[in-house]
């Protein structure tokens, strides 16, 4: 999916969401950006547009297009009387996702082309679907022809289980993790307010 300047749009939308603007830099000039605008009148947001500002919060977090995203919200709808917690579920249950939170990649964008290239199996196959739905038992691994990619020699290394959430498990030894359980929506772990992607599809 093709973004445009990361640091533009990261400006725009008030956020650092993608890995170049989680940086000291970007916060810099967001502090030069809001000085400069001191002393002027603030404009008022309407509904709409604060509603679209979360919702491309949310697009450009997962990386995914906007076909896609309203296609997971509709499902969403259409299955739960909690549909926000089930799309945060769909979205953080998809493959390259779940590579990202297990560790082996240091971004989503990383996650997502370590997927789509074939290098991780979903219960000893090779999957090369990022979008893939993963589910409570399977087991994510490292193809063992990939394990020796200078993406994945010093993983064991400088793998931080730390960071990975309770649901997953990760075992850098055997280079494979296990989805334990359904992923939780922790709204401290969000750039984005998903009650306002909810309302802005339900126009």
């Given amino acids: ?95 390259d996702n779940v590579v990202y939170r297990m560790g082996l990649a240091k971004t989503r964008r990383l996650a997502r082309q370590i997927s789509s290239h074939g290098h991780i199996c979903v219960n000893g196959k090779k999957m090369t679907i990022p979008s893939h739905r993963v589910k409570i038992g399977d087991v994510i691994s490292i193809r063992e022809g990939s394990r020796q990619s200078v993406l994945f020699v010093n993983l064991a290394e400088t793998h931080e289980a730390a960071g990975v959430p309770a649901w997953l498990t990760y075992d850098a030894k055997k280079s494979e993790g296990i989805v334990k359980a359904a992923p939780v929506y922790n709204p401290a772990e969000t750039l984005f307010d998903p009650e306002q992607v909810m309302e802005y599809y339900s126009r």
């Fill in 1 to 95: 999916m093709k973004i445009g300047p990361k640091f533009k749009i990261a400006k725009r939308l008030g956020a650092p969401i993608f890995e170049k603007t989680q940086t000291p830099k970007f916060e810099l000039s967001v502090a030069r950006s809001a000085n400069q605008r001191r002393g002027r009148r603030p404009g008022q947001a309407s509904d709409y547009k604060r509603q679209l500002i979360e919702k491309q919060k949310m697009r450009f977090t997962y990386g995914i297009s906007e076909k896609q995203l309203r296609r997971y919200v509709d499902e969403a709808v259409e299955k739960s009387n909690q549909p926000v917690a089930l799309l945060m579920e769909r979205l953080e249950s998809r493959l």
